[in-house]
């Protein structure tokens, strides 16, 4: 079965940074579909502010709001504001999946693999798993001062 693409929203520089547009100096109008695509509509909603986009009050997660709110000091307080925020993008996800998506597109669950904290950043390797029973592991760089 044919899939759908999206627009690439996500483009690695040749330092190794991400950065999130639809173009730049050298791509536009790339696309992704299967595993990829699944992570990219995952990482945006788990980084899109819930409440944030006016005509979708209830899209989006609460993730960053508690990093920012000084709520994450270790660990421990990183898997359970992943927990939390997985309550809310489970569901958003299976509720944009269509019954012709191929199956490395449909949403099972994520999965942190591994954290590493510093006192201005935090890293996370998340796995996502797909219908198709493969996963997808990208590495989530998050800029943050950790109380």
Excluded: C, W
Excluded at 6 to 27: C, M, N, R
């Amino acid at each position: 079965m044919a899939s759908l693409q999206d627009i690439k929203a996500f483009h690695v520089l040749p330092d190794g940074q991400v950065t999130q547009s639809l173009a730049d100096e050298t791509t536009s109008g790339e696309v992704v579909d299967g595993a990829t695509k699944l992570a990219q509509k995952f990482f945006i909603l788990l980084l899109t502010r819930k409440g944030s986009v006016p005509y979708l009050p209830n899209q989006g997660t609460n993730f960053l709001n508690r990093f920012s709110s000084g709520m994450i000091s270790n660990e421990a307080d990183l898997f359970v504001n992943f927990a939390a925020a997985m309550v809310d993008l489970g569901p958003q996800l299976r509720n944009e999946q269509t019954l012709n998506d191929p199956p490395d597109e449909k949403y099972v669950r994520a999965v942190v693999e591994q954290i590493f904290i510093s006192p201005d950043q935090v890293e996370m390797r998340i796995r996502i798993d797909s219908e198709e029973g493969t996963g997808i592991t990208i590495l989530l760089p998050l800029k943050f001062q950790v109380r």
